[in-house]
């Protein structure tokens, strides 16, 4: 099960922007790409550095502490498989960014779409 959580924010999340933001006691990075908006959480899964400042290129962020490589995307390191971005889905309800984030303790919500849990 996940939960919705509306994203408080003052303004518009306009393309190119990013927005670190405090969703249910987690801090996590919204970045607006291309008019698409994604969400990660905001710790590297290499050493756990805040990723809110890392560099953007296209939706590949680099890590400012070491400089691996993610794809915002899919959470995964482009060309290379191990470390992964936690990533959360967002939609716009009525004109507000609402963050679908997991339930504590809940492994369904990781299951690939399509699939059945056992
Ligand atoms: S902490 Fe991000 S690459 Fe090392």
Known sequence: MSRQIPVRMSGELAPGQRKLAFIDGRSIVLFNIDGTIYAIDNSCPH??????NGQLE????????????????TGCM????????????????????VVSLDEPGSSLSHAPAGSAAT
């Open 47 to 52: 050493n756990g550095a805040s990723l809110a």
């Open 58 to 73: 296209g939706c590949v962020l680099r890590c400012p502490a070491h400089g691996l490589r993610f794809d915002l995307r």
């Open 78 to 97: 482009p060309g290379a498989g191990g470390l992964a971005l936690t990533t959360f889905p967002v939609q716009t309800i009525d004109g507000t960014l």
